[in-house]
């Protein structure tokens, strides 16, 4: 089988470097807010174009903390996308915010600028761009409608750090960046981690607080906070896999360049080259399957050993925990669209070309036997 993604492959590539650094901690007996952290917490702010950054435990707390440091909470309302993982909109209602969605760009899969400028209500507080599958949103035109609304603009770049724009890094474009080390991302940790960036230090002395219980000094207790520190251990392995990102980047960017070229021969399959203006750094390669294939498709690869995944098979305004928002099938038709066409293939730096050839052949196979039944 070809997973979609493997980890191995990456840690037996900087093994002893991941030993050395867990040994140092396990030596050091300083497991939390350590010396890797607040270096970790520097490194990422250089490497992201911001001034602040600030170790979390998780991408959804850096979501969740980033709406509660600029005080946002009932009655306020935040315009997303509907086309993203649950953690996005859970951040929001987890603050009392209502989430209001804005339909996506059918080619890009991030948020549409219209559809956000439409969305707008007095209620309106913020905006919470995605960088789906690591592209890049259209930062300029959604900053541009945030400043004439006095908007702030919370960027979810769980899936994208070091993708950019001209040359400048997602979370140093918007109000703040929140940044997720979940294991499958591009920059992961061996657990949950999480972090923010930003360049406002009033925010992120905030978040600071919030995220010790509420407490700039230990056992002094300004305000309800949370426990929603990066362990000392994972900043110690992402600090030693730092140095790899681009690297690894480079070579996600390869991979996906195969897969451009192989199918774009198959018109049955549908995928947008970013412009050169845009770094996609490729956290997922994603294709749409036309005319209702895609879960046949799908089912070819399987048999032929490629795995896939589908991010994501229903779309944030349709699944159960929004149903309070009253929303219904045909409310968001881009979003919707792409949730039944998406197609996610094997996406990682480790992969060879042998296994990519071997996934392009089995999609040349999955729409030949399409295009034979159709009589084409």
Request: some cysteine.
């Amino acid at each position: 089988m070809i997973p979609i993604l493997d980890l191995t492959r990456q840690y037996r590539s900087i093994e002893a470097e991941i030993g050395r650094a867990v040994g140092q901690v396990l030596a050091s007996g300083h497991f939390i807010n350590g010396p890797n952290v607040e270096a970790l917490e520097r490194e990422i702010a250089g490497y992201v174009g911001t001034d602040h950054a600030v170790g979390l435990n998780s991408g959804t707390d850096a979501l969740h903390l980033a709406l509660r440091a600029l005080g946002i909470g009932p009655g306020d309302e935040v315009i997303t996308t509907p086309f993203s993982f649950v953690a996005t909109t859970e951040a929001i209602v987890m603050v009392g915010a209502t989430p209001v969605f804005a339909d996506i760009d059918p080619h890009t899969f991030n948020l549409d600028p219209d559809a956000v400028a439409a969305a707008i209500t007095p209620r309106t507080r913020a905006l919470v761009p995605v960088h789906l599958y690591g592209r890049p949103a259209p930062m300029d035109e959604l900053c541009a409608i945030a400043a004439k609304h006095q908007l702030a603009v919370v960027e979810d770049c769980a899936q994208a750090i070091g993708a950019r724009i001209d040359g400048r890094g997602v979370g140093s474009l918007g109000t703040i960046g929140c940044l997720s080390f979940f294991p499958s991302k591009n920059l992961g940790a061996y657990g949950d981690g999480g972090m923010i960036v930003t360049g406002d230090g009033l925010l992120a002395a905030k978040i600071r607080r919030l995220r010790a219980h509420g407490a700039a000094v230990k056992y002094y207790h300004d305000e309800l906070g949370v426990n929603s520190r990066l362990d000392e251990l994972q900043a110690a392995i992402l600090r030693a896999k730092l140095p790899h990102l681009e690297e690894w980047i480079d070579q996600r960017t390869a991979v996906a360049r195969r897969y451009f070229d192989g199918i774009d021969s198959l018109p049955q399959l549908a995928c947008e080259r970013p412009p050169g203006s845009v770094r996609h750094v490729f956290h997922q390669f994603t294709v749409r399957v036309r005319d209702a294939e895609r879960d046949r498709v799908a089912a070819v690869l399987r048999e032929r050993g490629v795995q896939t995944m589908i991010y994501y098979p229903v779309p944030l305004h349709l699944q159960a925990l929004h149903a309070d928002l009253g929303l219904r099938e045909g409310a968001f038709p881009a979003a919707e669209s792409a949730a039944r066409d998406v197609l996610s293939l094997p996406m990682f730096p480790e992969l060879t070309a042998p296994e990519i050839d071997a996934v392009l052949d089995a999609l040349a196979d999955a729409t030949a036997d399409r295009a034979v039944a159709a009589g084409r």
